[in-house]
């Protein structure tokens, strides 16, 4: 039953008055409204919004260039998709790819929709006809023409709702891949990052994706949790022969690695999960399960150097901290009203003595606010620190404390990355770890093979010269250090 337009929010009126510039004659009419997601304006878009709502991810600093979103009914991964989508919320986009995986047509290559607009009963998107165009005309990109294999995919049409609900005035760019075909996806990689350099335009990718279908909870958490480590190391020739070798799994195999390529070469060195769960967490039968992921390909912004009040304000709180628990007491309850102190951050805490270390332990990883993390491990490194007896009260006016606030790791493909004094690195081999902070290339005087064996042999208990084996993942990372 249709209902008169004053009954529908200020919102849908603009949707419906903007579909009005798009010709009807020649736009792709919605196939999964009303199964994948629901059919009646009004309810689809206060459902997307309370997913919005509720989604909590991480705070993005910089320029996300592509985005990896489920694509099931609303219902299971819509609790998922909604933290990607929050993350870009607001942002300006003047192009929007989405490339999904074709589950009910076979065919060989990609094909674009050759339409002037995607309609949503929220409305209808237009689609940017010239960069279609531009895409079609690229070298080496095999695009055939298949209009049938928008009338049957879902894993398409249920990104654009959410895009409706989490941007303003873009173009649409629906790509389809048929077989996951690896020479495909570089073919079509290069042909979106030569329109997209030479067009000016600011463009989001959204690969469309599930993870794992149909296995028990448990052994869906296990599965996932393996492709989303692949994804993390964000090398998509490796990611895509892991995939041929079965040791991950997911149906938007193609969009992914397109994903992860073109984010390369468009310079988006980070890579980031916002979200994870499956079926069994939102919809709650745990017997047969699909996973869902939620991933940011993005451009990290310059880390913005702390002015000299804010490194005195830390290292107050460190020494603060390590007082009051080395004399009995309890952690400090704490506060800030400064942005740059409560962003979320790794750092180190370390302790001299006399010149000597005198304990020294940290989180890479930024978990909390800054100054938390500060406070929390100033505790673990004059406390808890294994190779030192915990710090005295007779101790407190004869240390010295330093702090290291660090970026965020990025993966290296080989040691020749590496600069010496300036990168901190991180060494991993299967469950074998290890890290070194910039400073120590200072202090000891070692050259690259030195710092790396002894990275290696002593921190990540591997043979000296693991560095140098392909399986083994190297991580690099600055850090801004200041000391009393």
């Known amino acids: 039953m249709s209902r008169p337009l004053s009954r529908y929010p200020a919102i849908c009126i603009a949707l419906v008055l903007f579909a009005a510039n798009v010709s ?76 999904a995986p074709s589950h009910r047509l076979i065919f060989d290559g990609a094909t674009v929709l050759e339409k002037d607009g995607y309609e949503t009963p929220l409305g209808t998107v237009p689609i940017d006809v010239d960069f279609v165009k531009k895409l079609m005309r690229a070298e080496k990109v095999t695009v055939v023409s298949k209009p049938q294999a928008f009338d049957e995919e879902h894993s398409l ?28 996806c570089v073919g079509l990689t290069r042909g979106l990052v030569k329109v997209i350099k030479a067009s000016g335009k600011s463009v989001l990718i959204v690969a469309s994706t599930d993870l794992s279908h149909y296995y028990k909870y448990e052994d869906a958490v296990v599965k996932d949790q393996a492709t989303i480590s692949e994804i993390m190391n964000y090398d998509p020739r490796r990611f895509a022969g892991k995939i041929g070798e079965r040791e991950c799994e997911l149906c938007g195999s193609a969009p992914v690695i397109v994903a992860m390529m073109a984010g390369r070469e468009l310079g ?39 002015t000299s009040a804010q490194k005195k304000e830390l290292l107050g709180i460190a020494r603060k901290t390590i007082e009051s628990c080395v004399k009995g007491g309890k952690a400090p309850e704490l506060k800030t009203d400064d942005p740059a102190l409560a962003k979320e951050e790794g750092a180190f805490v370390t302790i001299h003595k006399d010149g000597e270390l005198r304990g020294c332990i940290g989180n890479i990883i930024g978990r909390q606010p800054l100054y938390l993390t500060v406070r929390d491990m100033a505790i673990e490194s004059s406390t808890a620190d294994p190779r030192f007896p915990p710090v005295s009260p007779g101790e407190l006016k004869d ?6 606030v660090l970026s965020e790791p990025r993966r ?56 140098k084996d392909k399986k083994t993942e190297l991580y690099v990372f600055t850090a801004q250090v200041f000391s009393e």
């Open 399 to 404: 240390i010295k404390i330093e702090i290291s």
């Open 412 to 467: 290296v493909g080989s040691a020749e990355e590496i600069r010496m004094g300036e990168h901190g690195v991180i060494v991993k081999s299967g469950y074998r770890s290890g890290v070194f902070l910039p400073q120590v290339a200072t202090e000891t005087g070692w050259s690259r093979e030195e710092f790396l064996s002894n990275l290696c042999e002593h921190k990540a208990g591997l043979p000296a010269d693991a560095w």
């Open 157 to 184: 049409e249920v990104q654009i709702p959410f895009l409706q609900r989490s941007l303003k005035d873009f173009k649409l760019v629906p790509v389809i891949i048929g077989r996951p075909d690896y020479n495909t």
């Open 24 to 99: 009807a004659e020649s736009v792709q009419k919605p196939v999964v409204a009303g199964s994948f997601y629901p059919a009646e304006a009004v309810i689809l878009a206060r459902q997307v919004d309370k997913y919005l709502e509720d989604a909590r991810p991480r705070q993005i600093d910089g320029e996300i260039v592509a985005l990896i979103s489920p694509h099931a009914g609303y219902e299971y991964s819509g609790p998922v998709a909604a933290y990607g989508y929050k993350a870009v919320s607001g942002r300006k986009y003047d192009t929007v790819v989405i490339i």
């Open 268 to 306: 988006a060195e980070k890579i980031c999960v916002l979200r994870y769960a499956n079926s069994g967490d939102t919809a709650g039968d745990k017997s047969r399960v699909v996973g869902y992921g939620s991933v940011v390909i993005y451009k990290a912004e310059e880390a913005k150097m702390l």
